[in-house]
């Protein structure tokens, strides 16, 4: 072999021993950056959970630690449904916005969570739906599992949309 070939040859070797450490490095980078992508989403989760936190707060005139019942049903349903405990707050923002207390939001989430998972709602309109049947008939929040549960099977059975029962309830109330 001639020099220049000798020396192209070696050029070559090194780069082949080097190529398994550049894939290794590859690799640890990747993991890296896997890694700050998840913190970064983590702590965004936390910021719009935080976020929604307050927004409550400020609509039932408190401020975040006298919510904090509120607070620990969020987490607790974010944990052991198929919903955010952001998207639980903002169901509870819906109910609070149309005056139910602490007390009846705590009592009517569990049923605007099935009512929102059986008929395709997201969480803030199935609770404004809710809230709104309820105050409309002048029922009370203990009433929200019954009407809802009446709402989930009559759509079912008639193929209601939920749109077409946002529509609706206004026009069909007292």
Do not use: C
Not at 47 to 61: H, I, P, R, Y
Not at 63 to 86: F, H, P
């Amino acid at each position: 072999l001639s020099i220049q070939s000798r020396e192209t040859q070696k050029s070559h070797n090194k780069w082949s021993e080097l190529g398994g450490f550049a894939a290794f490095s590859h690799k640890i980078w990747q993991l890296g950056k896997g890694f700050l992508q998840f913190i970064s989403k983590g702590v965004g989760t936390i910021s719009s959970f935080e976020q929604a936190n307050v927004n409550l707060a400020t609509v039932l005139g408190k401020n975040v630690s006298q919510i904090q019942k509120l607070t620990d049903s969020a987490l607790e349903l974010g944990r052991t449904t198929e919903y955010t405990a952001s998207q639980v707050t903002s169901l509870q923002t819906e109910l609070a916005k149309l005056g139910f207390n602490e007390d009846e939001i705590l009592s009517m989430q569990k049923s605007v969570l099935n009512f929102s998972t059986a008929i395709g709602a997201n969480l803030p309109d199935a609770a404004a739906l809710a809230g709104a049947t309820l105050r409309m008939f002048g029922l009370s929040a203990k009433d929200s599992e019954e009407v809802l549960g009446t709402f989930a099977v009559a759509a079912d059975k008639s193929a209601l949309s939920f749109e077409y029962l946002q529509t609706a309830m206004p026009i069909v109330g007292p």
